[in-house]
């Protein structure tokens, strides 16, 4: 029966043992060989991968079989939004910003507001400068995938307010106050 895996961080997956599954037999050779090919623990690469069984005997008759194997990449992008961070009251002015990665590429970006798509980007850098946004409490979502359709995804609760601005123990972050010592 066909198998899958998941890749993992090398987009790889060892090939499963199959021969304890498989039944062979010969009316006239009670001592079949049998051998899977590619051998088991054989690295291989995202996609389907056909594997072979060969029964022998030893007059050196054989028949064969074959299944698949396919691995399958099911790990999301990584997404950090950097900046604002959560808990942050920022001025309407502002900049956010993420750091996005996925071993095999990024496809789309988008950006949520409160569960509404405010912005889309496909390449870094992964940056929606905005300005005088409304004031109030905001849920920004990052939301990324791969080419798998794989999504990961951060978020924050910031609140905006135009009156608010940086003090002097506070830093500015790429637009965004920070309450740390730069």
């Not at 079949?32 to 991968?49: D, E, K, N, Y």
């Not at 990449?73 to 959560?86: G, K, W």
């Not at 992964?126 to 999504?151: K, L, M, R």
Request: proline share 7%.
């Amino acid at each position: 029966a066909p198998m899958t895996a998941s890749a993992d961080a090398n987009c790889q997956a060892p090939l499963p043992n199959v021969l304890a599954g498989v039944t062979a037999g010969d009316n006239c050779d009670a001592s079949l060989t049998v051998t899977q090919s590619p051998a088991a623990g054989t690295l291989v690469w995202l996609g389907t991968h056909t594997i072979t069984v060969t029964a022998t005997d030893d007059a050196g008759n054989s028949a064969a079989c074959t299944t698949t194997f396919t691995v399958t990449d099911t790990t999301p992008p990584s997404v950090a939004i950097v900046t604002p961070q959560t808990g942050q009251t920022i001025p309407g002015d502002f900049t956010l910003s993420a750091e996005i990665s996925d071993d095999r590429g990024i496809t789309s970006v988008d950006l949520y507001d409160n569960d509404e798509v405010v912005a889309s980007d496909s390449s870094p850098p992964f940056e929606w400068p905005e300005t005088n946004y409304p004031q109030g409490e905001h849920v920004f979502a990052i939301v990324a995938y791969d080419e798998a359709g794989n999504a990961g995804e951060d978020s924050v609760t910031v609140v905006v307010d135009w009156d608010f601005e940086c003090t002097r123990g506070d830093c500015c972050c790429g637009d965004s106050c920070c309450e740390e010592d730069c």
